[in-house]
């Protein structure tokens, strides 16, 4: 089964971008999968920011995500990325990408992002 890895999360300034990548152990990225970015705010629910589409290459965003923050996947470097734009103190939280495969949906352990003021 693959294990899906988040990475590229740091400390911050407000206003800065980032990139955070996701790749996976134990398998690989193939055909239908889908990859979705979520992220969990300090005392606050997990929520989705958005999905793409391995082959398809399809993405959708949470409404209130939508504008700052950017799916994209790298086909040969077997990879997705999730850039942020123009982070704010609120934007602070551990950063997770889940793969479903076959049906079933695979978590990494998460990136923690800070982001100063």
């Known amino acids: 089964q693959v294990q899906p890895a988040e990475s590229g999360g740091g400390v911050v300034q407000a206003g800065d971008s980032l990139t955070l990548s996701c790749s996976v152990s134990?398998?690989?990225?193939?055909?239908?999968?889908?990859v979705a970015w979520y992220r969990q705010a300090p005392g606050k629910e997990r929520e989705v920011i958005g999905t793409i589409t391995w082959d398809a290459d399809s993405r959708h965003y949470a409404d209130s995500m939508r504008g700052r923050f950017t799916i994209y996947r790298n086909y040969h470097e077997n990879r997705a990325w999730l850039h942020m734009n123009g982070l704010k103190p609120e934007d602070t939280g551990i950063y997770y990408c889940n793969v479903q495969q076959n049906g079933v949906v695979y978590w990494g352990r998460g990136a923690q992002v800070t982001v100063s003021s």
């Open positions: 134990g398998g690989t990225f193939v055909g239908d999968d889908m």
